[in-house]
């Protein structure tokens, strides 16, 4: 079983200099000893960074509000049964915050739901169905697209689709600008003695066409600048709207539109590395010991669905979703109180110090 620094060592010996995306894919997805593979606890204030899930149940309960509108709304239009379907489901806890809060409130409805999970990872898969044993009956997994894709066959679900903090994690290339050249290079990474060093690839691995910018922004770039670009993340997207026929597509996730991204304060890109709740920019080091993370391109995202066919609903930031959300709750009296903890859990939840700051949230419908 090889760690991460090992694989890509070996790699990098056999075939020279790796794509960036190459290097992220090992170190975060090595096989039984990439960091998302082996760290189920690196979530919470024991763990590398806190998540929205993390703060507490409040988080989940009010997506299962919202997520019973939707549905209630779906079943009228529609007499197929409902799903709701999550990728990136970590340990679970998300879905099991979801379900739990549907139980109470609506039984009669979470009896005849299915909760369905994709997820490659047979590790992570073990962590949520020990997390989800009390809703076994209602929760199914699948490994990938077409594992999902044979279940439906020629009967794609209604429903929702959704993920919390995944499109972040898809690997990404990082691209520099050659402001001599006027032409964008790919960066690779290679080794000097047994360390991990940035160089130029002398060939790019993805057509570097995909950044359509005005020729008067690209006069203004500095040396050097420096972007990231998720292809994958962006394919992924399509493929998850192919497999509702009726629906809602949603992620929430922190991220930029195309107008945000070039900025002269960020320079670097948003490329960063976080370990037991410190950011770093050394992102070289130590794979499989630190997250890999790179802020999502929402506008690349909301095109993907669009031309899959969904029209975009609603993009906005955690705290004006949530805080929509907590309003119809209270007004319908579902949320009634809020005790202490709760409040707290609130304003975690979308104070800008907090994790309210760069989380967005994209809605798109079928």
């Not at 190459?22 to 170190?27: G, Q, S, T, V």
């Not at 969904?310 to 907590?326: S, V």
Request: glycine share 6%.
């Amino acid at each position: 079983m090889k760690m991460p620094a090992e694989a890509i060592r070996e790699e990098i010996r056999k075939c020279g200099a790796i794509s960036f995306v190459r290097f992220m894919e090992l170190a975060l997805y090595c096989p039984e000893t990439g960091y998302y593979e082996k760290k189920k606890d690196n979530v919470g204030r024991a763990g590398d960074f806190v998540t929205s899930v993390s703060v507490g149940s409040l988080f989940g309960e009010l997506l299962a509000f919202q997520f019973l509108e939707w549905l209630d709304e779906l079943k009228n239009s529609s007499h197929l049964p409902l799903k709701i379907i999550e990728a990136g489901s970590h340990d679970g806890k998300l879905a099991a915050d979801i379900l739990n809060w549907l139980q109470l409130h609506r039984p009669k409805f979470f009896s005849q739901i299915e909760y369905w999970i994709l997820e490659p990872s047979s590790n992570r898969q073990a962590w949520q169905k020990e997390t989800l044993k009390q809703f076994a009956p209602r929760v199914l997994w699948f490994e990938n697209f077409e594992n999902l894709k044979f279940k439906i066959k020629n009967s794609k679900p209604t429903g929702i689709f959704f993920s919390n903090e995944l499109l972040d994690a898809f690997p990404v290339h990082r691209l520099g600008w050659d402001a001599q050249k006027k032409i964008w290079f790919e960066w690779g990474v290679t080794l000097t003695g047994e360390n991990f060093v940035w160089t130029r690839l002398p060939q790019p691995t993805l057509p570097l066409s995909i950044l359509h910018l005005p020729s008067s922004l690209l006069e203004v770039l500095p040396d050097g600048y420096t972007v990231e670009t998720s292809p994958a993340a962006e394919c992924w997207w399509r493929e998850a709207a192919g497999t509702l026929q009726h629906g809602k597509l949603m992620t929430i996730d922190y991220g930029f539109t195309d107008a945000e991204i070039f900025s002269p304060a960020r320079t670097r890109g948003t490329l960063r590395a976080y370990h037991r709740h410190h950011v770093t920019d050394d992102i070289l080091a130590n794979p499989g010991e630190q997250d890999l993370t790179a802020h999502v391109n929402f506008s690349a995202i909301q095109k993907a669905g669009e031309a899959a066919g969904f029209k975009t609903e609603n993009f906005c930031t955690q705290p004006q979703f949530l805080t929509q959300i907590l309003g119809k709750a209270v007004k319908e009296k579902t949320f009634s109180s809020l005790d202490a903890r709760r409040i707290r859990q609130f304003q975690t939840l979308t104070h800008p110090e907090h994790l309210g700051r760069a989380f967005r949230v994209l809605v798109q419908s079928r």
